[in-house]
């Protein structure tokens, strides 16, 4: 690797060995590809069964996010232990860096394209990746499947289909709706803190 041969000081070693054993380049790669499939698939809708409407339509933009969020958990749960304990703090520094990044490529990649369904996806990425993180430090990589209950919660109990979802879905919404932006805001800032201010994980 040709930034290996000039990464002589101790901070840039520590980045690059962060970066392999994070595997980073997997959730940059798998958000830019499924942000783009986002814009693709537009406002494309499949009926679903729902415990109060026998059927309603639910949005395929709600199950995109899964990918990103599951090349996360899987590069966060990527750890060399003898490593990590010796720079916690830096480290998880580095996690919530890359963590901004995918979402960053999200809306980078969704602005390319003009794609107000990549910005949604955008935002239901930060969302689920928040609560994620906020299960984290018990569940560890299992806590990727809360995001996917809550989008199996959002699919059976929802009373009102798209294009006009209950408000606390939060993901059917537009990437416009206001609530759904400050749910997302709110689950990420608070996932950040908890991964931020748990203890060192055991191996």
Known sequence: MVYERFATSLPERVMLWWFKIRRGWVPVAVAAATTVLAAWVGGTWVLLPSLFAGAQQTVMTVFLPVPIVAALALSLDSRLHSFEATAIRALRARDTLLICTALGVCLIVSAVL???????????????????????????????????MWIAVLVFFSRNPYPDPDWWTVLPEPASAPHAAAAAIVSLAMGLTVRLRARPEQP
């Open 114 to 148: 003009t794609s107000a369904v990549g910005a949604a996806t955008a935002r239901n990425v930060a969302f689920l990746t928040g609560l994620m993180l906020t299960i984290w430090p018990w569940a560890r990589q299992a806590s990727v499947m809360i995001p996917v």
